[in-house]
């Protein structure tokens, strides 16, 4: 399992991502789901990944392979489309939906002979020259839906426990400093509720029409501003719990056994 979460808002974007992968319970590694292929000065385009491995990472790997080609080729020839050359993030979109499904299809009878499943989902955040920020998220079966004002985030993998905090923290006008604080803690309550995700965590600010990554990070375990983040957010909310205004108590008493008997006799 893995978590990985975008956020869109009018400053730009922020991505984030676990590194925890598992084939069993005894059998847990790590690998890299947040990847950067932009090309400074004309695109930021940025990559996370949740589901097969096998799948995600031989996408990825002909991702890379496309732009190596095109970077090699002939320029004089007709240029297969890869991320460097595509002329909109949602032609990006469209065309990593077509590699989920080509590879897919390559491995897809050996893998459902083997019941394994096979599934995968991207996130896609980035800029190209000429357009806004965008963020879309692209399925197994290769559509995409895109972020947006009203909802300006989108998640791929163990979702449910880091929606929460999202869903009551975040706006489109939101600083990116503070979106960044979001999401980490939104990954760090996936960790504490589900063993499925784990350090280390990947994380990318994109300040919008910049068309450069300045600003990345990735947290260890232990890793101290960690654990004073969790330390400090498990206070507050323990003391905005206790401050919460007392609950009025009434005497009803129609859903106790008594009272339902009382009812029936009448």
């Not at 320029?75 to 989920?100: C, K």
């Not at 609950?247 to 009812?263: M, R």
């Amino acid at each position: 399992m893995t978590y990985c979460l975008g956020i869109l808002v009018k400053e730009g974007l922020v991505l984030a991502a676990d590194s925890r992968t598992n084939a069993g319970v005894d059998y847990i590694s790590s690998y890299r789901k947040l990847f950067d292929f932009s090309k400074p000065g004309d695109r930021v385009i940025l990559l996370c990944t949740s589901g097969n491995l096998s799948i995600t990472q031989a996408v990825v790997h002909q991702l890379t392979q496309d732009i190596k080609r095109d970077s090699q080729g002939d320029p004089s020839r007709n240029r297969d489309p890869n991320l460097h050359n595509l002329p909109t993030l949602y032609d990006v979109a469209r065309y990593l939906g077509e590699q989920i499904r080509l590879l897919q299809e390559a491995d897809r009878a050996w893998l459902a002979k083997d019941k394994i499943d096979f599934q995968c989902s991207f996130l896609l955040g980035g800029q190209v020259q000429g357009e806004a920020p965008e963020l879309f998220l692209i399925y197994s079966q290769g559509n995409c839906i895109k972020a947006t004002p009203e909802t300006p985030f989108l998640q791929i993998g163990e979702t449910k426990y880091g929606k929460p905090i999202l869903d009551r923290t975040l706006g489109f006008d939101v600083p990116l400093d503070a979106v960044a604080k979001c999401a980490l803690l939104s990954i760090d309550s996936t960790m504490r509720s589900n063993l499925s995700v784990g350090p280390p965590i990947h994380m990318i600010l994109y300040q919008a029409n910049s068309f450069e990554v300045r600003h990345r990070t990735q947290f260890q375990a232990g890793d101290p501003y960690l654990i004073k983040m969790r330390k400090h957010w498990e206070v507050a909310l323990r003391e905005a719990s206790i401050s919460m205004p007392d609950i009025s108590w009434n005497q009803d008493d129609t859903l106790s056994p008594l009272g339902i008997a009382d009812l029936g006799d009448t």
